[in-house]
Nanobody, 115 residues
Framework: QVRLVESGGGLVQPGGSLRLSCAASGFTFSMYAMRWYRQVPGKERELVATIAGNGRSTTYADSVKGRFTISRDNAENTVYLQMNSLRPDDTGVYYC????????WGQGTQVTVSS
């Protein structure tokens, strides 16, 4: 059974940092690119960052470049999103997704940036 379980969300003040984790099971993790998305009520889900299966290439949304870093540990079947210099407009539910031919989604973790 495929599972993606996000963790690490919470409430943080502007300028703070959070590290999200997504633990994967039930598929060959290293063969899948991994993505982080975020969504706020009333808006479409936004792609934040992508990492290749071997971890050698990454891409980011313009809004997070220089602040967020996606990484993965294929030995631990886990993908991470390090978020620094957080802003209120980074608030949302963050989802991880595994994609190759099919796509698998996690259940999401809430990130709230507020003073």
């Amino acid at each position: 059974q495929v599972r993606l379980v996000e963790s690490g969300g919470g409430l943080v003040q502007p300028g703070g940092s959070l590290r999200l984790s997504c633990a994967a099971s039930g598929f060959t993790f290293s063969m899948y690119a991994m993505r982080w998305y975020r969504q706020v009520p009333g808006k479409e889900r936004e792609l934040v960052a992508t990492i290749a299966g071997n971890g050698r290439s990454t891409t980011y949304a313009d809004s997070v470049k220089g602040r967020f870093t996606i990484s993965r540990d294929n030995a631990e079947n886990t993908v991470y999103l390090q978020m620094n210099s957080l802003r209120p407009d980074d608030t949302g539910v963050y989802y991880c997704m595994a994609i190759r031919i099919t796509a698998y989604w996690g259940q999401g973790t809430q990130v709230t940036v507020s003073s």
